[in-house]
């Protein structure tokens, strides 16, 4: 009987590694590639679009011309809105899951429910906003609705960044601070929230980022396809970057002329996410902590 | 009376804080009861508007058509009674516009007064008609006979292959073409994001080194953080002339399209599930196998992926959940036609691109509304069953490390 000769085997071995491990490295730079394509391309349309003009004056001549001023306005409202909303409501539903609440099947249940809010496509959302905030109670098509569907829409978000962010809190501060004689409030308060507080931000950012760019669930809650003024109240309509956009590049009056607008908004977007992205991965290092997303 | 007051205002705060925890579940429910309330509601509605009836001469042996019968008797599809269970004669269709035909204006009247008379006359005088017309001009002593239509059965909404929900006179809801387009969309995305999603997690988590890794991590993040309507930007201006240009279409706006753009979008997803899943591999599984010789490659395929299967499973399957509810870029790139797919080469359309296309235009409460409402339901099924199937698989990854 041969044996098999090992060398041979040794190099087919070694062979096969380097062939797999090259296949493996290109498909990873194929997926940074496609990035950077998307990036690159809405970036070199976009960026002779915009100027100062373009970010502060109103659209015109069926919006083929003019800038996207009430667009941002209207997502800086929507997105100051809902963070009004989920900020505080997601960090105390995280507080009282981490801090308070004891294993057992209320927990489960919760976890359970915020597991499946997070998994609801971004549409359910708008329809439930529509028949809820909209219909039922009469807000009608108005920064209102769209804030606290898009509110309900970052909620699972928060919750799930804060409770990463106290996870991370070493459990020895909490028994010195109970040790000596603090509540448990004032325990999360003047102790886990402080060390807490950087992630927390970082999530919160994350979660500006998300919002800011949705279009679905405000497609029946507030947005307006063309407004030429500012809203004055909660109870106004709004135009809003994203649904500008689509608008833009499907419906428009017209199409071809208003390609320009659609690149510079999509630019706008763009940047917004980036910025988002960027401060919470500089927070994240200069905190040298890690919020996991996801 | 100070430790009084501190004991209240814990409890106050703690109670606001379990308040606060309650609201994600308190909006799963109210998500569920206004979803299903509405979407439920299309089957208690017959497929004719509000407001309109179907008449029949009083000597037709014919006393019931269903939705789909109606609307070929009306796009003159089916033209004889004989092939809906009648007598074998030509149908005559009349619409109410036709009353021009058969009256003049002034026998009609100036504000239509006698329009009423008029068309129960028609009806009356021709056996083998069928009529279309608003409640408003039935007659009070009408001779004719009103057909009886079925309420919308679910047979009919999750069988039937043709969705026109405002097609008069008898609306069409088979949802049946929206679901195969869903996940014929998705299919593909996922089998395109699938191999490209774990070469990459394979490579981020055990092949680069910590530098590499550490530039790629927040690159995904920022693939994620992308907002879906530019993605839908992007296939719209670069993949659907670029699809149509390859394999020279009238159109680019196909499912082919879609899949690809899904697949972008689904890749995050993938990468960062199945990559924590790979680095959660025991160190010392790994290094026991590579002490036998085996290579890192053999590795990898050997142990790495075996042990993380349920985590790639996981990340794929959530990969496909986005994929199905994602709707601002399927709308743009698709182009959207009700017709069930049969190959990848054809436009198609999806649930939640339907819901998204056609809300704005279904009046509030109507029969359009609420079959839309009820596509919400199905979606909403769909994802659920999506989200407890991974949670299944993690969960029984974690007892079996016991």
Redesign the interface.
Known sequence: MKMPDENKLAKQ??R??SI??W???L??Y???A??FA?LS??VFKGIGVINWNFITQMPEEGMTKGGIFPAIVGTLCLVAGSMLFAF???V??????NE??KDGIIKK??K??????A??????????G???FV??LHFGDSILAGSLTLG?LA??VV?RTTEEALKAVDNTFRHASLGLGA???QTTRSVVLPIAFPNIITGLI?SI??V?????PI??TVAAYFLPKLPTSIFDQAMAL??H??VL??SGTNIAES?PV?YGT?LV??II??I??LLA?GLRKYFGKKVK?? | MKTFY?KF??KF??G???L??????L??V??VV??FK?GLGVFNKKPVEDGFVIALNKQNPVNKLTSAQLKNIFDQKITNWSEVGGKKDSIILFRMEDITNYYSEEQIGEKFERLPQCIGKVVDSLPNIIAFFSTKYLDKNFQGKQLDIDKISFKEFFGGKEWFPTAQPSAQLGVLPLILGTLWVSLGAILLAL???L??A???SE??DEKVRKV?K?????????????????G???IVPLIQKVFDLPVGETGLAGSIVLG?MA?P?I???SEDAMRNTPRAMKEASLALGA????T?YKVVVPYSISGITAGAILGI?RA?????AV??VTGNAAVIPHTILEPVRTI?AT??AE??EAS?GGLHYKA??AL?CI??II??I??LTV?YISNRKKYNNR
Do not use: C, D, H
């Open positions: 071995k070694k096969n590694q797999a491990f296949i493996f490295r498909l990873s194929l997926i940074v496609i990035l998307i391309f809405i505080p409501v997601g105390l539903a995280a507080i009282y899951m308070y609440v249940i919760i359970q429910m915020t597991n499946n809010l998994g609801i496509p971004s549409i359910v959302f708008g329809l439930f529509m028949s809820l219909n039922k309900l909620l699972p919750i509540s448990k409030w994350l980022g998300r800011s760019g949705e279009t679905a497609l029946f994203p649904y956009l689509y590049s499907t390609r659609a999509a977007l763009i996410v980036l988002a992205n991965n997303m996801n | 501190k205002s814990e705060i703690e606001l804080l379990m606060s925890s309650t609201i994600t579940t909006t799963v109210l998500i206004f979803l509405e191999p490209l999603g070469a990459a394979v490579y981020m092949i680069a790629m927040p690159l995904i993040e920022l693939l994620a953080g992308i907002p879906s309507v530019v993605y839908g930007f992007f719209l201006v670069i972008i890749l997803t990468i960062t599930i290579s890192k490659w053999q990898i959940g199905i509810g994602e709707t601002m709308l743009m939640p819901i998204a809300l704005g509030n839309l409402f919400g979606l909403f994802t659920l999506i989200n949670e």
